[in-house]
């Protein structure tokens, strides 16, 4: 008899590589742990092992110095070039892909600083000053990218970088407090994607992902997955919200516009078609959403997909 033929599935998405301390060599570019208190820096080439999908508890705060390519933070897919500022919270997966990268590679590309949660909101409880602070770091649970600081931002690293002791925790509190006054921004990650797992909560919420993910096209309403797990509609809404910062609607309209928008750069299939396999169900309400989410039409992200990702595909 001839072979089984598996049944064709979209392929799944790769989950993120937790990075642990004990993958953090100075030989990377990190700074050795007893180096560092709060803050350590890091500051690596392309290409680089560190270069990959992956998170980690800490939050990361890059400057890219060199080449440019393609950006991935969160559900946010996007260009960036040498001056490019984005601080990621933590759990929030990301990587940075560089295209133009000349033979034998670039010595320096990516300038880093990651530092923990706990201690800074713990501070925050007894040092009122540093409750500025928190707005920002609650932002950074999408990813943020600020503008027009790539100068005063490599000054401050550097200050960093060369300080030890009172005199670092000094020069990184500028650096945050440069952040934190700036209001020219945009947050990147439109889903709270946080790699958090094993748990009972954030395994429901895991496996409701992969559900909506999975059935992107079948009708998927609160009331069912409530009854489902056993709970009321309200305890489900505010379950859902506070695992994954969006309320349930909201965050099945984000995956289903960012499946559309992968089937628009990737396929010739037409918008109407692309509408309804993603589970919308009338294209009025598709464009609309589209629009919210994307800030164009389905049809002009077609026309502007390979110009504004360029490169190749990765």
């Known amino acids: ?53 992956h998170c980690h508890d800490e939050y990361e705060l890059h400057l890219i110095t060199a080449t440019s390519g393609k950006a991935f933070v969160g559900d946010w897919i996007g260009p960036f070039q040498p001056g490019h500022l984005v601080l990621c919270g933590p759990r929030l997966p990301h990587n940075w892909i560089s295209m133009d990268v000349p033979a034998g590679g670039v010595a320096e590309r990516d300038l880093v600083i ?35 600081l790539s100068e005063p931002a490599l000054q401050h690293f550097h200050a960093v970088k060369t300080k030890r002791g009172l005199q670092r925790l000094v020069a990184f509190c500028a650096y945050l407090e440069l952040l934190a006054r700036c209001t020219d921004y945009r947050l990147l990650s439109s889903v709270c994607m946080q790699g958090d797992t094993g748990t009972p909560e954030n395994d429901q919420v895991n496996a409701l992902v992969d ?88 049809s002009e992200f077609r026309r502007q997909a390979d110009h504004r990702f360029g490169g190749a595909r990765v």
Request: some cysteine.
């Open 1 to 53: 008899m001839p072979a089984r033929v598996p049944p064709l599935h979209l392929p799944r998405q790769r989950q993120p590589e937790l990075e642990r301390d004990l993958t953090r060599s100075p030989a990377l570019g990190y700074e050795a742990a007893a180096d560092t208190g709060l803050v350590r820096c890091l500051a690596h080439g392309f290409p680089t092992p560190l270069a990959r999908w």
């Open 114 to 148: 990651q530092f923990a949660h706990g201690p800074l909101v713990h501070a925050a409880e007894q040092i009122p000053e540093l409750t500025e602070l928190l707005p920002l770091l609650e932002r950074a649970r999408h990813g943020i990218e600020f503008f027009g």
């Open 211 to 298: 559900r909506i993910t999975r059935d992107l096209a079948q009708p998927l309403s609160a009331a069912g997955l409530a009854a489902e797990l056993g709970m009321s509609e309200s305890r489900f809404s505010r379950f859902f919200r506070r695992a994954t910062g969006n309320t349930f609607t909201d965050f099945v309209n984000r995956i289903r516009v960012n499946r559309a928008g992968q089937l628009l750069m990737e396929t010739d299939r037409l918008v109407t078609h692309i509408c309804y396999e993603v589970g919308f169900n009338n294209v009025a309400n598709f464009n609309r959403r589209f629009l919210e989410v994307k800030g164009v039409t389905p």
